[in-house]
């Protein structure tokens, strides 16, 4: 798909967690800071960077999917407006519906569905190939996600965080880096599990539909598929011989 897109000069996951008046919204005057709130508004708020990210929520586009099509619309830095309506132009291209064929396209089209293979399948290569591209990107730009954040790296960056927020530094700036560091890295690792279980999935399922293929290619005659309502009628009728 190219580039991996970065978000304000930043991997996506980095400009979210460098939104630090976000988090600071649910630490209270003691400092204790509220885990549950903190999630809850994660799973149905709009969560960090909400402000510049609006229009992506709006658009019903799953935030997992920001940085997929930021790539697919061949962004190289994600900082506008119109980087924004570009990436709700790649996501709305993917749900618009498909044309019906003309009848000369509608004739072809039977034609080569009574030529293909016995075998349904219900993902197509491309789809393979996407989930592998998407994997390969949890590994872009030298990143590791089931790697740990280097604590020197996080302590050196605490301290230019302060100076950008015009504030003295402290302990806290390492603590919150370093928190901000742990929970960038547990993100990481979850998305790179999740378009691995995907991808083994497609996988997996493309090498039995060849098995089944070549078994019908030695003569093995392969099951079809079958109504499910047919076993409740095909139930019915037994039980009526036995009434």
């Not at 293909?116 to 390969?136: H, K, M, W, Y």
């Not at 790697?147 to 100076?163: C, H, I, Q, V």
């Amino acid at each position: 798909m190219g580039k991996t897109a970065s978000w304000d000069g930043k991997s996506f996951q980095n400009f979210l967690a460098t939104d630090y008046g976000y988090k600071d919204q649910f630490e209270n005057d003691r400092g204790t800071f509220d885990s549950e709130a903190y999630a809850e508004d994660l799973a149905y708020g709009g969560g960090p960077r909400q402000g510049f990210l609006q229009p992506l929520i709006d658009a019903g586009i799953p935030r997992d999917k920001y940085q997929y099509y930021a790539d697919k619309a061949k962004i190289t830095n994600v900082n506008s407006k119109g980087d924004l309506n570009d990436i709700i132009a790649a996501y709305n291209a993917d749900q618009q519906p498909v044309s019906a064929p003309e009848p000369e396209q509608e004739k072809e089209k039977k034609d080569k569905e009574d030529k293909s293979d016995p075998v349904p399948r219900p993902f197509t290569p491309e789809q393979i190939t996407e989930a592998g591209e998407q994997l390969d990107s949890n590994f872009a730009d030298g990143k590791n996600p089931y790697g740990m954040p280097d604590p020197r790296e996080l302590y050196e960056n605490s301290f230019t965080t302060a100076k950008n927020m015009g504030q003295e530094w402290d302990a806290n700036f390492y603590v919150r880096e370093l928190a901000n560091g742990l929970n960038n890295q547990t993100t990481d690792y979850m998305n790179y599990l999740n378009d691995k279980n995907e991808y083994n999935t497609l996988r997996n399922g493309q090498e039995q539909l060849d098995y089944l293929e070549r078994l019908g290619d030695m003569g093995v005659k392969i099951p079809s598929y079958k109504d499910p309502m047919s076993y409740v009628d095909d139930f019915e009728d037994m039980m009526d011989k036995f009434s």
